[in-house]
Protein backbone atom coordinates (compact mmCIF):
# COMPACT_ATOMS: atom_id res chain seq x y z
CA UNK A 1 0.00 0.00 0.00
CA UNK A 2 1.52 3.38 -0.68
CA UNK A 3 2.62 5.79 1.19
CA UNK A 4 -0.91 8.10 0.26
CA UNK A 5 -2.92 5.54 0.71
CA UNK A 6 -1.92 4.96 4.09
CA UNK A 7 -2.16 8.78 4.84
CA UNK A 8 -6.05 8.36 3.51
CA UNK A 9 -7.11 5.03 5.15
CA UNK A 10 -5.75 6.68 9.08
CA UNK A 11 -7.08 9.76 8.78
CA UNK A 12 -10.36 8.13 7.10
CA UNK A 13 -10.39 6.48 9.73
CA UNK A 14 -10.55 8.67 12.18
CA UNK A 15 -12.97 10.83 10.72
CA UNK A 16 -15.37 7.72 10.77
CA UNK A 17 -14.72 6.58 14.59
CA UNK A 18 -15.49 10.41 15.44
CA UNK A 19 -18.49 9.43 13.87
CA UNK A 20 -19.74 6.24 14.98
CA UNK A 21 -17.94 6.04 18.32
CA UNK A 22 -20.39 8.38 19.63
CA UNK A 23 -23.45 6.39 18.72
CA UNK A 24 -21.73 3.06 19.87
CA UNK A 25 -21.36 4.82 22.88
CA UNK A 26 -24.93 6.12 23.59
CA UNK A 27 -26.00 2.49 22.41
CA UNK A 28 -24.21 1.29 25.02
CA UNK A 29 -25.72 3.65 28.11
CA UNK A 30 -29.25 3.52 26.61
CA UNK A 31 -28.65 -0.45 26.64
CA UNK A 32 -30.09 -0.08 22.97
CA UNK A 33 -33.00 1.99 23.23
CA UNK A 34 -32.27 5.25 22.24
CA UNK A 35 -35.27 8.25 22.78
CA UNK A 36 -36.98 8.49 19.89
CA UNK A 37 -36.44 12.33 19.71
CA UNK A 38 -32.56 12.15 20.65
CA UNK A 39 -31.49 12.72 17.55
CA UNK A 40 -34.37 16.17 16.61
CA UNK A 41 -32.87 18.57 14.46
CA UNK A 42 -32.97 21.27 14.30
CA UNK A 43 -33.33 20.74 18.20
CA UNK A 44 -35.97 23.15 19.65
CA UNK A 45 -34.98 22.87 23.39
CA UNK A 46 -32.21 21.31 25.06
CA UNK A 47 -32.37 18.37 27.38
CA UNK A 48 -32.47 18.78 31.30
CA UNK A 49 -29.13 20.09 32.51
CA UNK A 50 -26.48 20.09 35.80
CA UNK A 51 -27.27 23.45 37.85
CA UNK A 52 -24.75 26.33 38.09
CA UNK A 53 -21.32 25.10 40.26
CA UNK A 54 -19.35 27.92 42.01
CA UNK A 55 -16.51 25.37 42.38
CA UNK A 56 -16.43 24.62 38.44
CA UNK A 57 -17.11 28.30 37.44
CA UNK A 58 -14.45 29.67 39.30
CA UNK A 59 -11.67 26.29 38.09
CA UNK A 60 -12.56 26.79 34.36
CA UNK A 61 -12.32 30.86 35.34
CA UNK A 62 -8.76 30.65 36.52
CA UNK A 63 -7.62 28.27 33.62
CA UNK A 64 -9.63 31.37 30.97
CA UNK A 65 -7.69 33.92 33.51
CA UNK A 66 -4.41 32.38 32.50
CA UNK A 67 -4.89 32.42 28.59
CA UNK A 68 -5.88 35.73 28.94
CA UNK A 69 -2.45 36.84 30.58
CA UNK A 70 -0.41 34.69 27.95
CA UNK A 71 -1.97 36.56 25.74
CA UNK A 72 -1.37 39.74 26.62
CA UNK A 73 1.57 39.23 28.73
CA UNK A 74 3.86 36.35 26.98
CA UNK A 75 7.25 37.56 28.24
CA UNK A 76 5.67 36.23 32.01
CA UNK A 77 5.52 32.65 30.63
CA UNK A 78 9.12 32.74 28.68
CA UNK A 79 8.69 34.66 25.34
CA UNK A 80 11.26 36.40 23.84
CA UNK A 81 10.66 39.75 22.75
CA UNK A 82 10.89 40.61 18.65
CA UNK A 83 12.38 43.78 17.64
CA UNK A 84 11.10 44.73 14.32
CA UNK A 85 12.77 47.22 12.36
CA UNK A 86 10.71 49.87 10.14
CA UNK A 87 10.64 48.61 6.51
CA UNK A 88 9.16 50.90 3.78
CA UNK A 89 6.17 49.92 1.58
CA UNK A 90 7.47 48.51 -1.35
CA UNK A 91 5.16 48.07 -5.00
CA UNK A 92 1.83 49.49 -6.15
CA UNK A 93 -0.69 50.25 -3.38
CA UNK A 94 -4.06 48.32 -3.69
CA UNK A 95 -7.59 49.80 -3.75
CA UNK A 96 -10.32 47.36 -2.05
CA UNK A 97 -11.66 45.03 -4.50
CA UNK A 98 -15.21 45.09 -5.62
CA UNK A 99 -15.96 41.85 -3.86
CA UNK A 100 -15.15 44.50 -0.49
CA UNK A 101 -17.88 46.24 -1.15
CA UNK A 102 -20.31 43.44 -2.60
CA UNK A 103 -19.36 41.66 1.08
CA UNK A 104 -20.59 45.18 2.61
CA UNK A 105 -23.62 45.01 0.70
CA UNK A 106 -25.30 42.40 1.44
CA UNK A 107 -23.84 42.44 5.13
CA UNK A 108 -25.07 45.72 6.19
CA UNK A 109 -28.22 44.40 3.65
CA UNK A 110 -28.47 41.01 6.13
CA UNK A 111 -28.15 42.89 9.14
CA UNK A 112 -30.95 45.50 8.11
CA UNK A 113 -33.17 42.49 8.01
CA UNK A 114 -31.59 41.11 11.01
CA UNK A 115 -31.66 43.57 13.61
CA UNK A 116 -34.81 45.12 12.28
CA UNK A 117 -36.93 41.86 13.38
CA UNK A 118 -38.33 42.07 9.89
CA UNK A 119 -41.09 39.08 9.33
CA UNK A 120 -41.27 39.38 5.53
CA UNK A 121 -40.31 38.76 2.84
CA UNK A 122 -40.08 35.13 4.08
CA UNK A 123 -37.62 34.31 1.53
CA UNK A 124 -34.99 36.83 2.36
CA UNK A 125 -35.76 36.49 5.92
CA UNK A 126 -35.51 32.66 6.56
CA UNK A 127 -32.11 32.48 4.79
CA UNK A 128 -30.20 35.57 6.19
CA UNK A 129 -27.38 33.94 8.19
CA UNK A 130 -25.97 32.69 4.87
CA UNK A 131 -25.24 36.70 2.94
CA UNK A 132 -24.63 37.64 6.49
CA UNK A 133 -21.74 34.96 7.11
CA UNK A 134 -20.74 35.10 3.49
CA UNK A 135 -20.39 38.77 3.59
CA UNK A 136 -17.62 39.26 6.16
CA UNK A 137 -16.06 36.64 4.75
CA UNK A 138 -15.91 39.02 1.32
CA UNK A 139 -15.17 42.11 3.59
CA UNK A 140 -12.29 40.51 5.92
CA UNK A 141 -10.48 39.28 2.66
CA UNK A 142 -10.90 42.53 0.89
CA UNK A 143 -8.71 44.49 3.28
CA UNK A 144 -6.24 41.50 3.53
CA UNK A 145 -5.73 42.24 -0.23
CA UNK A 146 -4.82 46.04 0.26
CA UNK A 147 -3.01 44.74 3.30
CA UNK A 148 -1.02 42.14 1.84
CA UNK A 149 -0.78 43.48 -1.78
CA UNK A 150 -3.71 40.97 -3.72
CA UNK A 151 -2.41 37.87 -1.54
CA UNK A 152 -5.91 37.56 -0.21
CA UNK A 153 -7.75 33.87 -0.60
CA UNK A 154 -10.05 35.29 -3.39
CA UNK A 155 -7.70 37.76 -5.04
CA UNK A 156 -4.89 34.80 -5.20
CA UNK A 157 -6.13 31.16 -4.29
CA UNK A 158 -10.11 31.42 -5.08
CA UNK A 159 -9.92 27.79 -5.75
CA UNK A 160 -8.61 27.12 -2.22
CA UNK A 161 -11.40 29.63 -0.86
CA UNK A 162 -13.90 26.88 -2.38
CA UNK A 163 -12.42 24.17 -1.09
CA UNK A 164 -12.08 25.38 2.18
CA UNK A 165 -15.98 26.50 1.85
CA UNK A 166 -16.71 22.56 0.89
CA UNK A 167 -14.56 21.16 4.04
CA UNK A 168 -16.65 23.80 6.15
CA UNK A 169 -19.73 21.98 5.72
CA UNK A 170 -18.72 18.60 6.73
CA UNK A 171 -16.38 20.49 9.36
CA UNK A 172 -19.24 22.15 10.90
CA UNK A 173 -22.04 19.42 10.76
CA UNK A 174 -19.92 17.29 12.60
CA UNK A 175 -20.44 19.51 15.93
CA UNK A 176 -24.20 19.68 15.10
CA UNK A 177 -24.08 15.86 15.09
CA UNK A 178 -21.74 15.62 18.45
CA UNK A 179 -24.51 18.36 19.84
CA UNK A 180 -27.18 15.20 20.21
CA UNK A 181 -24.61 13.57 22.39
CA UNK A 182 -23.98 16.49 24.51
CA UNK A 183 -28.09 17.00 25.31
CA UNK A 184 -28.04 20.10 23.20
CA UNK A 185 -25.68 22.29 24.51
CA UNK A 186 -26.88 24.92 21.84
CA UNK A 187 -30.56 24.35 20.29
CA UNK A 188 -32.56 26.37 17.96
CA UNK A 189 -36.07 28.06 19.77
CA UNK A 190 -37.18 29.29 16.45
CA UNK A 191 -35.85 26.44 14.16
CA UNK A 192 -39.55 24.99 12.94
CA UNK A 193 -40.66 28.60 11.16
CA UNK A 194 -39.23 26.36 8.57
CA UNK A 195 -39.37 22.91 7.77
CA UNK A 196 -36.74 20.78 8.84
CA UNK A 197 -35.59 19.38 5.65
CA UNK A 198 -35.35 23.07 4.79
CA UNK A 199 -33.01 23.94 7.76
CA UNK A 200 -31.10 20.68 7.09
CA UNK A 201 -30.31 22.44 3.73
CA UNK A 202 -29.78 25.66 5.58
CA UNK A 203 -27.19 24.50 7.94
CA UNK A 204 -25.57 22.80 4.72
CA UNK A 205 -25.03 26.50 2.83
CA UNK A 206 -24.86 28.64 5.99
CA UNK A 207 -21.72 26.23 7.60
CA UNK A 208 -19.95 26.55 4.39
CA UNK A 209 -19.03 30.24 6.11
CA UNK A 210 -18.32 28.90 9.33
CA UNK A 211 -14.88 27.75 8.88
CA UNK A 212 -13.66 29.53 6.11
CA UNK A 213 -13.69 32.82 7.97
CA UNK A 214 -11.02 31.93 10.32
CA UNK A 215 -8.54 31.52 7.60
CA UNK A 216 -9.05 35.22 6.29
CA UNK A 217 -8.95 36.59 10.26
CA UNK A 218 -5.95 34.46 10.35
CA UNK A 219 -4.24 35.96 7.10
CA UNK A 220 -5.57 39.61 8.18
CA UNK A 221 -3.55 38.91 11.89
CA UNK A 222 -0.49 37.84 10.58
CA UNK A 223 -0.74 41.10 7.96
CA UNK A 224 -0.06 43.12 11.27
CA UNK A 225 3.93 42.66 11.64
CA UNK A 226 4.26 43.18 15.39
CA UNK A 227 1.08 40.09 16.04
CA UNK A 228 2.49 37.81 13.43
CA UNK A 229 5.97 37.54 15.99
CA UNK A 230 4.61 38.86 18.96
CA UNK A 231 4.43 34.59 19.51
CA UNK A 232 7.47 33.54 17.47
CA UNK A 233 10.59 32.77 19.93
CA UNK A 234 8.28 30.83 22.93
CA UNK A 235 9.52 27.81 24.40
CA UNK A 236 10.45 24.81 22.33
CA UNK A 237 7.86 21.69 22.03
CA UNK A 238 8.75 18.08 20.79
CA UNK A 239 5.70 15.96 21.19
CA UNK A 240 6.85 12.23 20.33
CA UNK A 241 4.98 9.70 18.63
CA UNK A 242 4.31 7.93 21.62
CA UNK A 243 2.58 10.95 23.02
CA UNK A 244 0.66 11.52 20.05
CA UNK A 245 -0.68 7.92 20.04
CA UNK A 246 -1.76 8.18 23.43
CA UNK A 247 -3.63 11.76 22.71
CA UNK A 248 -5.33 9.76 19.57
CA UNK A 249 -6.24 6.77 21.86
CA UNK A 250 -7.76 8.90 24.40
CA UNK A 251 -9.39 11.26 21.90
CA UNK A 252 -11.38 8.28 20.38
CA UNK A 253 -11.99 6.61 23.79
CA UNK A 254 -13.86 9.92 24.81
CA UNK A 255 -16.24 10.01 21.91
CA UNK A 256 -17.08 6.49 23.45
CA UNK A 257 -17.33 8.55 26.91
CA UNK A 258 -19.22 11.70 26.30
CA UNK A 259 -22.98 10.09 26.02
CA UNK A 260 -22.44 8.46 29.49
CA UNK A 261 -21.43 11.57 31.11
CA UNK A 262 -22.89 14.36 28.96
CA UNK A 263 -22.93 16.98 32.08
CA UNK A 264 -19.29 16.17 32.93
CA UNK A 265 -17.97 15.61 29.69
CA UNK A 266 -19.52 18.82 27.82
CA UNK A 267 -16.42 20.38 27.12
CA UNK A 268 -14.40 17.57 25.16
CA UNK A 269 -16.75 18.02 22.00
CA UNK A 270 -14.83 21.44 21.46
CA UNK A 271 -10.78 19.55 22.41
CA UNK A 272 -11.69 15.64 21.14
CA UNK A 273 -12.16 16.50 17.54
CA UNK A 274 -9.15 19.27 17.17
CA UNK A 275 -6.47 16.40 19.44
CA UNK A 276 -8.03 13.09 17.31
CA UNK A 277 -7.32 15.31 13.89
CA UNK A 278 -4.02 16.48 14.88
CA UNK A 279 -2.83 13.12 16.29
CA UNK A 280 -3.18 11.12 13.60
CA UNK A 281 -1.87 14.23 11.30
CA UNK A 282 1.24 14.62 13.12
CA UNK A 283 1.37 10.74 13.51
CA UNK A 284 1.55 10.13 9.70
CA UNK A 285 4.07 13.25 9.61
CA UNK A 286 2.04 15.41 8.02
CA UNK A 287 2.57 19.52 9.23
CA UNK A 288 0.15 20.65 11.38
CA UNK A 289 0.15 24.18 13.64
CA UNK A 290 1.72 22.07 16.33
CA UNK A 291 4.71 21.33 14.16
CA UNK A 292 5.92 25.04 14.40
CA UNK A 293 5.88 24.40 18.34
CA UNK A 294 9.16 22.42 17.75
CA UNK A 295 10.83 25.67 17.03
CA UNK A 296 9.50 27.80 19.56
CA UNK A 297 7.34 29.27 16.96
CA UNK A 298 3.49 29.95 18.74
CA UNK A 299 2.49 32.55 15.85
CA UNK A 300 -0.36 29.54 13.84
CA UNK A 301 -1.47 28.58 17.21
CA UNK A 302 -2.29 31.69 19.41
CA UNK A 303 -3.61 33.78 15.89
CA UNK A 304 -5.62 31.06 14.72
CA UNK A 305 -7.09 30.45 18.30
CA UNK A 306 -7.49 34.03 18.70
CA UNK A 307 -9.10 34.77 15.25
CA UNK A 308 -12.10 32.38 15.83
CA UNK A 309 -12.11 34.23 19.12
CA UNK A 310 -12.84 37.28 17.08
CA UNK A 311 -15.81 36.07 14.81
CA UNK A 312 -17.32 33.89 17.83
CA UNK A 313 -17.87 37.20 19.36
CA UNK A 314 -19.39 38.68 16.37
CA UNK A 315 -21.37 35.84 15.99
CA UNK A 316 -23.00 35.87 19.35
CA UNK A 317 -23.50 39.74 18.82
CA UNK A 318 -25.59 39.25 15.35
CA UNK A 319 -27.30 37.01 16.78
CA UNK A 320 -28.30 38.42 20.01
CA UNK A 321 -30.11 41.48 18.38
CA UNK A 322 -31.82 39.39 15.86
CA UNK A 323 -34.50 38.65 18.10
CA UNK A 324 -36.89 40.49 21.02
CA UNK A 325 -35.69 39.86 24.83
CA UNK A 326 -39.05 40.13 26.45
CA UNK A 327 -38.98 41.22 30.17
CA UNK A 328 -40.54 37.82 31.01
CA UNK A 329 -37.17 36.08 29.68
CA UNK A 330 -38.97 34.96 26.35
CA UNK A 331 -37.54 35.24 23.49
CA UNK A 332 -39.40 36.17 20.68
CA UNK A 333 -37.65 35.85 17.03
CA UNK A 334 -38.29 35.65 12.77
CA UNK A 335 -34.68 34.27 12.44
CA UNK A 336 -34.91 30.22 12.26
CA UNK A 337 -31.28 29.88 12.71
CA UNK A 338 -31.43 32.18 16.15
CA UNK A 339 -29.63 30.01 18.87
CA UNK A 340 -29.23 29.72 22.41
CA UNK A 341 -26.94 27.77 24.95
CA UNK A 342 -27.56 25.39 27.74
CA UNK A 343 -24.19 24.88 29.19
CA UNK A 344 -24.04 22.50 32.57
CA UNK A 345 -21.96 23.94 35.49
CA UNK A 346 -21.53 27.53 34.18
CA UNK A 347 -24.33 29.07 32.71
CA UNK A 348 -24.12 32.35 34.12
CA UNK A 349 -22.82 35.62 33.39
CA UNK A 350 -23.96 35.55 29.75
CA UNK A 351 -22.38 38.09 26.77
CA UNK A 352 -25.25 38.21 24.20
CA UNK A 353 -26.50 34.46 24.94
CA UNK A 354 -23.41 33.11 25.55
CA UNK A 355 -21.89 32.29 28.53
CA UNK A 356 -18.91 34.53 29.53
CA UNK A 357 -16.60 30.98 30.06
CA UNK A 358 -18.22 29.51 27.11
CA UNK A 359 -16.73 32.05 24.57
CA UNK A 360 -13.34 30.46 25.31
CA UNK A 361 -14.29 27.20 23.67
CA UNK A 362 -14.08 29.21 20.63
CA UNK A 363 -10.49 29.24 21.12
CA UNK A 364 -9.82 25.16 20.03
CA UNK A 365 -12.37 25.34 17.69
CA UNK A 366 -10.06 27.89 15.69
CA UNK A 367 -7.27 24.99 16.04
CA UNK A 368 -10.71 22.43 14.86
CA UNK A 369 -10.83 24.51 11.62
CA UNK A 370 -7.08 24.31 10.88
CA UNK A 371 -6.88 20.51 11.59
CA UNK A 372 -9.51 19.77 9.73
CA UNK A 373 -8.87 21.61 6.32
CA UNK A 374 -5.24 19.84 6.67
CA UNK A 375 -7.42 16.56 6.98
CA UNK A 376 -9.70 17.56 4.28
CA UNK A 377 -7.14 18.54 1.79
CA UNK A 378 -4.55 15.26 2.85
CA UNK A 379 -8.27 13.46 1.76
CA UNK A 380 -9.03 14.79 -2.01
CA UNK A 381 -5.39 15.60 -2.69
CA UNK A 382 -5.05 19.16 -3.01
CA UNK A 383 -2.79 21.98 -1.32
CA UNK A 384 -3.06 22.70 2.00
CA UNK A 385 -1.25 25.68 2.06
CA UNK A 386 -3.95 29.08 2.01
CA UNK A 387 -0.93 31.47 2.25
CA UNK A 388 2.63 32.51 0.75
CA UNK A 389 4.23 31.29 3.83
CA UNK A 390 6.06 28.22 3.67
CA UNK A 391 5.08 26.12 6.88
Given at each position: ?17 M ?28 D???PF ?31 I ?39 I ?14 I ?28 S ?32 L ?45 I ?6 A ?27 S ?13 G ?11 Y ?25 F ?11 V ?12 L????P????CW ?14 Q ?6
Open positions: MSKTNKDILSIGGVILAIFFPIFGTLLNFKGKVPTNFYQFPPLFPEKANLTVFIIIAVICLFIIMLYLFPQWVGFKKVNEKQKLKGPKYKLPVWFWFGLFIFISSIFFLWGKCSNPKWVNWLLIPLFWGIIFVDGIVYIRTSGRSLIGARPQTLIAIAVCVGGWLLFEYLNFFVRKNWYYPAGNLISGEQFLYSALGSSALLTIVFEWYMLLKSFTRLSVRYSKGTKVKISRKIWLALIISLMFIMIPFFPNQLFFLIWITPMTALFAVLLRQKWTPISALEKNWTPVALIALSLIQGVLYECWNYFGGYHLSNGVLHTNPGYWMYSIPYDKFHIFEMPVLGFGYLFGLYAAWLAFAQLIGINNFEDETY
